[in-house]
C-alpha cells in the first residue's frame, strides 16, 4: 500500500511547504485568555479550517494554554487536505489531540461483503443496493475476524484502508489491490445498533466519515496531564518535537501513525490501540509502549529508549532497531498474536514474553476433528477480554506452570446455535501428556512464531535467540 505524504508547488515550479499561514491568535487565542476563550477560539478555527483546501499550518504562539474541555484540532478538515500545527514554547492544558474521525459509531455505515483473496482490485457487497453508501474519491475501511465483541474502533484481525476508483453494480473498485483476504463465513457477535457500532466478523466495507482523510501534524507543543490520552484519529496522524507529561500519543484508526523525537516520561503507558496499518516510533523516549491488540499491520522501531517497558507488536511485521528498554515482552496483552518480527542492536535486562494472556482448555469442548467449542464469543465467558483463535496464527498448549507442550495453528473459526467453533490442527482427543507436561492444560497465541534477532543483547533471552536462525519460533518452541 502507498502511503502519499502530500508537498504543492508553486506557479513558478519551486516546493512550498504550505498554502496559507494561519496564526491561532487570529481566532481569539491567547495565553492570556481564561479556558473558555480558548476553546471557543480552537472552535472558530476549526469551523474556518473546514473550508481550507489543500496544506495549511496553524502557528500557536509560545505561552501557556488554558482550555475548558478537551477537544479535537481539524475535527472537520476536508478530504485530502493537510494540517500542521506548529507549536513550538507552548504548554497547551485540557487536549485530547486531533482529527477524531474514521468508521462512524452505528450499524449503518458498512455494508457486507462476498469472499474475497488478496490481490483483487474489486469486492462484491452482498447486497447490490448498498452501494449507496459510498463514493468515488472517498476511503474506506475492510475488515474480518472479529476478536472482541464490544468497542469502539472495532478490533478487527485482519483490516486494511482502500480508496474507490470506480463503483459499478454492486461493486466497489479500488485504486489499490488488496493486501489481504476477506472472509464472509467468519461469525459477529454484535450488530449494533443507532448508537454503537457493527463490530464485524463476516468480511465487510465500512464507510469511513470525510474528515479521517486528512494529514495532521502536531509539532513542538508541551501536553499538560489530563489524566487521560492523546489521540491522531485521522489518515496520518503525526507528532513530532513534542513532550507528553503522561500516557504519551494513542495510534488508533489510521493509515500512519508517526511519533518522532517526541517524549512521554511520566507515569502510565502509552497503549497502541488498533486498526492502524502503520505505526511508526522514531528517536522518542515512551515510558512504556503496550499493545492490547494484534491488530497492527506493521511496525517500524528506530532508536527508542523506553524507560519502563515495551510490550508486544502488531500481528503482521515487526522491525524494530535500537530499542533500549528494561522490560521486554514478546506477544500482545489481549487480542490476537504478534506476527513475524525483526530485531537488531535492541537491548533488554529483562527480555520474557507476555504470559497473562491464558484460556483454560477446560472452557472448550473437543468436537472432534481439531474442532474446540464453547459458547458465546468472541472469547470464551472465562476469557472475555482476551482472543486468540485467528485463523492462521499459531498457538500453543501450556501445562499448569505455563510449561510448553505443543504449538498448534487456527484454521478458521465458526458460529452457530450460540456456540463458537474452533477448527485446530490439534488431535482428538488432545493427549494428557505432552512432551514430558501434563494436564490441565491452558491455551495461548504462540508469543513469537517467527523471530529473527541480530545483535541483541542484555539478556539471556535476547543473546540465544540472537544466535538462532532467521525466523526462528522464540524459545525454539516449535510449529
Known amino acids: 500500500m502507498s502511503i502519499n505524504l502530500r508537498g504543492s508547488a508553486s506557479a513558478s515550479g ?8 494561519v496564526n491561532f491568535s487570529s481566532y481569539g487565542g491567547s495565553p492570556a485568555n481564561t479556558g473558555a476563550d480558548n476553546t471557543t477560539a480552537r472552535q472558530a478555527f476549526n469551523a474556518a479550517h473546514a473550508a481550507f483546501t489543500g496544506s495549511t499550518q496553524l502557528i500557536i504562539d509560545p505561552g501557556t494554554y488554558a482550555f475548558s474541555t478537551r477537544g479535537p484540532w481539524g475535527s472537520s478538515g476536508l478530504p485530502g487536505s493537510k494540517l500542521t500545527i506548529a507549536a513550538y514554547g507552548t504548554i497547551l492544558q485540557t487536549q485530547q489531540g486531533f482529527g477524531n474521525a474514521g468508521t462512524y459509531e452505528d450499524n449503518t455505515h458498512y455494508a457486507l461483503m462476498t469472499t474475497v483473496s488478496a490481490g483483487a482490485s474489486t469486492i462484491s457487497l452482498v447486497t447490490a443496493g448498498q452501494t449507496n453508501l459510498f463514493g468515488v474519491g472517498k476511503w474506506v475501511m475492510l475488515s474480518c475476524i472479529d476478536m472482541q465483541g464490544f468497542g469502539f474502533p472495532q478490533n478487527a484481525a485482519v483490516f486494511e484502508y482502500k480508496k474507490i476508483a470506480s463503483i459499478g453494480t454492486g461493486t466497489l ?31 465487510a466495507v465500512y464507510v469511513l466519515s470525510d474528515p479521517w482523510d486528512q494529514e495532521i501534524e502536531f509539532k513542538g507543543a508541551f501536553f499538560a496531564d489530563v489524566g487521560d490520552g492523546f489521540y491522531g484519529k485521522c489518515r496520518v496522524a503525526k507528532w513530532t518535537d513534542c513532550t507528553f507529561e503522561t500516557f504519551g500519543p494513542i495510534p488508533t484508526a489510521c493509515l500512519l501513525y508517526r511519533m518522532n523525537r517526541c517524549v512521554a516520561a511520566g507515569f502510565g503507558g502509552l497503549e497502541v490501540d488498533k486498526l492502524i496499518h502503520r505505526a511508526e516510533f522514531i528517536d522518542s523516549a515512551p515510558r512504556a509502549v503496550d499493545f492490547q491488540s494484534a491488530s497492527v499491520n506493521d511496525l517500524f522501531v528506530s532508536n527508542v529508549a523506553s524507560s519502563s517497558r515495551w510490550r508486544g507488536g502488531g500481528g503482521r511485521n515487526n522491525r524494530l532497531v535500537g530499542l533500549t528498554t528494561p522490560d521486554f515482552e514478546f506477544g500482545v496483552m489481549n487480542y490476537g498474536a504478534m506476527g513475524p518480527t525483526y530485531m537488531e542492536n535492541c ?40 482472543y486468540w483463535a485467528v485463523p492462521g496464527v499459531n498457538c500453543i498448549l501450556r501445562d499448569a506452570s505455563n510449561g510448553f507442550a505443543r504449538s498448534f495453528q487456527v484454521l478458521d473459526v465458526t458460529a452457530t446455535g450460540g456456540r463458537t467453533y474452533v477448527t485446530t490442527n490439534l488431535p482428538f482427543p488432545v493427549p494428557s501428556t505432552i512432551n514430558g507436561k501434563s494436564a490441565p492444560w491452558n491455551i495461548a497465541p504462540h508469543p513469537c512464531a517467527d523471530a529473527t534477532l541480530v545483535n541483541c543483547s542484555g539478556s539471556s533471552l535476547f543473546t540465544s535467540q540472537s544466535a538462532l536462525p532467521a525466523h526462528s519460533p522464540l524459545f525454539g518452541w516449535t510449529l
Open 173 to 203: 473498485t479500488f485504486t489499490e489491490p488488496l493486501l489481504y483476504s476477506y472472509k464472509s463465513t467468519y461469525p459477529n457477535y454484535s450488530a449494533g445498533d443507532a448508537f454503537n457500532a457493527y463490530q464485524g466478523g463476516p468480511a
Open 14 to 21: 519551486g516546493r512550498n511547504l504550505y498554502d496559507r499561514t
Open 347 to 386: 537491548v533488554s535486562s529483562g527480555a520474557t514474553y507476555f504470559s497473562a494472556s491464558s484460556f483454560p482448555f477446560s472452557d472448550y469442548t473437543e468436537e472432534g476433528g481439531g474442532v474446540l467449542s464453547y459458547a458465546g464469543g468472541p472469547g470464551p465467558a472465562s476469557a472475555s477480554l482476551s
